[in-house]
Nanobody, 120 residues
Framework: QVQLVESGGGLVQPGGSLRLSCVAS????????MSWYRQGPGNRRDWVAT???????NYADSVKGRFTISRDNAKNTVYLQMNSLDYEDTAVYLC??????????????WGQGTQVTVSS
């Protein structure tokens, strides 16, 4: 079994910054792509960014130039540095990871999410 736990959300003023973290734990042999999604007030889940195990990154157009995804493979952790936050960035941010477990199972798991609220 694999668990993903996000942290770092909170209340921030427009133009501010936050850094989210997501730690993967459990029976992990290999941690593949790790991604961030967000779910706003309309409840739609939108992709934000992905980082491969080799460090290749991709971003949604809406966050390109403002958000930076990174990972620490030794810590099984993915980060999302969010700068120049705006009201439209208010959402629950969820971590997603593809793993190969010690039992040889290929899985895709989700965390519970962390709330980011941008408000003056």
């Amino acid at each position: 079994q694999v668990q993903l736990v996000e942290s770092g959300g909170g209340l921030v003023q427009p133009g501010g910054s936050l850094r989210l973290s997501c730690v993967a734990s459990g029976s992990i042999l290999w941690l593949n792509d790790m991604s961030w999604y967000r779910q706003g007030p309309g409840n739609r889940r939108d992709w934000v960014a992905t980082i491969s195990s080799e460090g290749r990154t991709n971003y949604a157009d809406s966050v390109k130039g403002r958000f930076t995804i990174s990972r620490d493979n030794a810590k099984n952790t993915v980060y999302l540095q969010m700068n120049s936050l705006d009201y439209e960035d208010t959402a629950v941010y969820l971590c997603n990871a593809g793993t190969l477990t010690n039992q040889g199972e290929a899985r895709v798991d989700w965390g519970q999410g962390t709330q980011v609220t941008v408000s003056s």
